[in-house]
């Protein structure tokens, strides 16, 4: 495949992969603060099953795909990220909870449900994006 | 305790949603190599516009193309499902709106802070096997019940 072509083909992909979070973010309700805050005061315990679907998957997917392929299908290696415990990482952890405990809005429900045409998440969406600004602000570079 | 009191919506859909959001974040691994988080959209997209060094860290300058072609999957998923199977009534919410601005302050600051949300930490971090991911998890649970519930109570 040519340069252009691996290009446009890993976006398709990333485009597909998105739609499919997206469409499972749907589902499952998630998109619904509502859904997520009957969690949070323990009245509905359905998003520990989206959670453990969704980490079985990836689980299985993540030990598998680099033993089964050399590479990715449309990508040079398969990339890691590993997380560190450390002050930034505890208080940044407490911090979201606060938020999402507050709002019951995480970052990918805040960006699917524009696709549901709900427009009152805009709120959610715009805090999102000034804490990450605010925190990028304040942080050593 | 029985399973309709745990789930007094049904369980299937909450499962069946759980495996297509681990699907999604499959596909790209394998398709592409790249470690689906949802969270670093915020701060790489703003490598745009500020020009602050921080900003401008490789890891965000040359992730932000993807990244956004990503969320615009997310929102492309959730229209598929709006119009398909949800009959295009539109979605709205009661929390009120400073309850979503502020929450969502403190949600945007504490992921980028923490370097994860819940599909980072939770969904890629614990795909992973991850400790400090687990942590990252546990920690913001017991924070994200603690508020919810004192929310209810103080706020209602």
Known sequence: MSGAGLMLARSLATLAAGALFGFGLSVSGMIRPEVVLSFLHFSDFGLMLVMGGAVLVVLLTYKLAPRL??????????????????RDTAVGAALFGVGWGLCGVCPGPAIASLGAGNWDLLWALAGIALGALVQGLRARA | ????????????????????????????????????????????????????????????????????????????????????????????????????????????????L???CTSGHGICGLGSLQLPSLLAVLTFMATAFLTANLAARWLA
């Open chain 1, 69 to 86: 392929l050399a590479r990715p299908l449309l990508g040079d290696h398969f990339q890691a990220h590993p997380s560190a415990w450390n």
């Open chain 2, 1 to 112: 305790m029985t399973l309709s009191s745990l789930f007094p919506h049904g369980w299937q859909h909450y499962l069946l949603g759980g495996v297509l959001i681990g699907a999604g974040t499959a596909l790209l691994f394998v398709l592409t190599g790249r470690i689906g988080g949802m969270s670093t959209v915020f701060s790489s997209s703003w490598s745009f516009v500020v020009r602050r060094a921080f900003f401008q860290q490789a890891r965000f300058v040359d992730s932000r193309g993807w990244r956004l072609v990503y969320a615009a999957g997310l929102i492309l998923g959730a229209l598929v499902w709006w119009l398909g199977f949800a009959g295009g009534v539109r979605e709205a919410t009661a929390v009120p709106a400073w309850q979503l601005l502020v929450g969502g302050f403190f949600v945007g600051y504490g992921a980028r």
């Open chain 2, 114 to 116: 923490g370097n994860g």
